[in-house]
């Protein structure tokens, strides 16, 4: 199983950017896929997760407002839709796929329940 994450960059504050998650070999039919992000020395934070099961997202409150999750038609690929940038979401961003989490508001954001993990995409906001 492979994820490749794209669309890092460097922006200023209050920028966008778009990061895209190839999801096109990673072929179970049942997942919780999402995005994590860590800075150096701190550990690894989940930013949002969509769910197979009825299509749920979920957000991380320090995102909501600014961030969507979404996924194209295919469901090949995952989008993580940033806005209203802050320099504290400086990170590596990571698109994370399993296909037995179950997805839910209690579970999604535990980073350590992701068996699959893409190499990362780095996000500078100054």
């Known amino acids: 199983v492979q994820l490749v994450e794209s669309g890092g960059g460097s922006v200023q504050a209050g920028g966008s950017l778009r990061l895209s998650c190839d999801a096109s070999?990673?072929?179970?039919?049942?997942?919780?896929m999402g995005w994590s992000r860590q800075i150096p020395d701190k550990e690894r934070e989940g930013v949002a997760a969509?769910?197979?099961?009825?299509?749920?997202?979920y957000l991380a409150d320090f995102v909501k407002g600014r961030f969507t999750i979404s996924q194209d038609g295919a469901k090949n690929t995952l989008f993580l839709e940033m806005n209203s940038l802050k320099p504290e979401d400086t990170a590596k961003y990571y698109c994370?796929?399993?296909?037995?989490?179950?997805?839910?508001?209690?579970?999604?954001?535990?980073?350590?329940?992701?068996?699959?993990w893409g190499q990362g995409t780095q996000v500078t906001v100054s």
């Open positions: 969509i769910s197979s099961r009825g299509g749920s997202a």
């Open positions: 070999r990673y072929t179970y039919s049942s997942y919780c």
């Open positions: 994370a796929a399993d296909r037995t989490l179950a997805c839910t508001s209690g579970s999604w954001a535990i980073t350590q329940l992701y068996d699959y």
